[in-house]
């Protein structure tokens, strides 16, 4: 079964400091990729997708994500963060083979604590 | 332009009972998905409704039931409650049309404890 995988659970940074979240997946075909953040007391929010095309992704509020097929990975980063980047983030992979069903897995998710 | 709505806010309910949560889906959007997100955990995909039918299940017990209406809103139901069924219920919907531009607009969810 196809499954996504979150290393970091917690990461407490200072702010300033340069942010990387790691991502993999279990799927060996095509893949859309998606980061979502949960800002504490929010709904989910999209951060950043990919689909197809340069795999560099930039997203809202400064973060970027890159897409490795050799790796199977789709990290996060953000040369500096912010007291306000505290949420939650979560890696979500759509297997798009697997049309009209918009089935979203998601990893267990990274909690980010930016120290001011 | 409203967002996912989801009611209620919160919800306790005691083991073996039932349960309906409802969502009503972002303006112009069509297909309703559920998840089920426990404490600690990503969300995991319950099931989405396009066209009042249900189109994909993941791997969650024939206790979970749903709906979608005409006017395109949906209600999950949970059937003889498990201490295990405690979580946030998330909403989340989309334009069906719009796939290969997917993005799902969640919903703040429904907080769910069963004693």
């Known amino acids: 079964a196809q499954s996504v995988s979150q290393h970091n659970h917690h990461v407490i940074l200072s702010e300033a400091a340069s942010l990387e979240l790691g991502c993999n997946y279990s799927y060996g075909g095509t893949v859309n990729l998606f980061w979502y953040v949960q800002y504490p007391g929010q709904h989910l929010q999209l951060l950043l997708k990919y689909f197809s095309g340069d795999p560099l992704v930039k997203g809202i509020k400064g973060f970027e994500a890159e897409f490795i097929k050799s790796k199977f990975s789709f990290n996060l980063r953000k040369p500096s963060v912010q007291w306000s980047d505290t949420a939650e983030y979560f890696c979500?992979?759509?297997?798009?083979?697997?049309?009209?069903?918009?089935?979203?897995?998601f990893g267990q998710g990274t909690t980010l604590q930016v120290k001011p | 332009d409203a967002g996912v709505t989801q009611s209620p806010t919160h919800l306790i309910k005691t083991r073996g009972q039932q349960v309906t949560l409802r969502c009503s889906p972002k303006?112009?959007?069509?297909?309703v998905s559920w998840y089920q997100q426990a404490l600690g955990q990503g969300p995991q995909f319950i099931f989405q409704y396009y066209e009042e039918e249900e189109r994909q299940r993941g791997n969650f017990p024939d206790r979970f039931s749903g709906h979608q209406f005409p006017n395109y809103s949906s209600e999950l139901n949970v059937n003889a409650l498990l201490l295990g069924d405690s979580a946030l219920y998330l909403c989340a919907s989309s334009l069906a049309l719009r796939e290969r531009d997917h993005e799902q607009f969640f919903g703040p969810g429904t907080r769910l404890t069963v004693l």
């Open positions: 979500a992979v759509k297997i798009p083979r697997l049309a009209n069903t918009g089935k979203l897995i």
């Open positions: 303006s112009g959007h069509d297909t």
